[in-house]
């Protein structure tokens, strides 16, 4: 079982920088892909950003490529969302997701994530 904690939402102004946090419990987790999703009101969960199991080999959507830096310390358990120029359609509750023990490669859709955050509100003003 793991179970993920996310931290570092708030409100910022267009242009600004946030960095998110997932803290996960359990064993294992270098060994798990991880990944970040958003929900806006009124939409869909989107996928932003995932990064693979070991190594981190990261990969973004293109609304973010550029300005959002996904990265793991695997020493402490956490994977980091760094955001900068921040837009203010990047307003949304983020999610941490990991797909699981064993699962390394990254993985792009929400139905390969096994385990989820209860997620972190990001509210960037215009």
């Known amino acids: 079982q793991v179970q993920l904690v996310e931290s570092g939402g708030g409100l910022v102004q267009a242009g600004g920088s946030l960095r998110l946090s997932c803290a996960a419990s359990?064993?294992?987790?270098?060994?798990?892909?991880m990944g970040w999703f958003r929900q806006a009101p009124g939409k869909e969960r989107e996928f932003v950003a995932t990064?693979?199991?070991?190594?981190?080999?990261?990969y973004y959507a293109d609304s973010v490529k550029g300005r959002f830096t996904i990265s793991r310390d695997n020493a402490k358990n956490t994977v980091y969302l760094q955001m900068s120029t921040l837009k203010p359609e990047d307003t949304a509750v983020y999610y941490c997701a990991a797909r699981g023990q064993g699962y390394i490669d990254v993985a792009f859709a929400q139905a390969n994530y096994r385990y989820w955050g209860q997620g972190t509100q990001v509210t960037v003003s215009s």
């Open positions: 359990g064993r294992a987790f270098s060994n798990t892909a």
């Open positions: 990064i693979s199991g070991f190594v981190g080999n990261p």
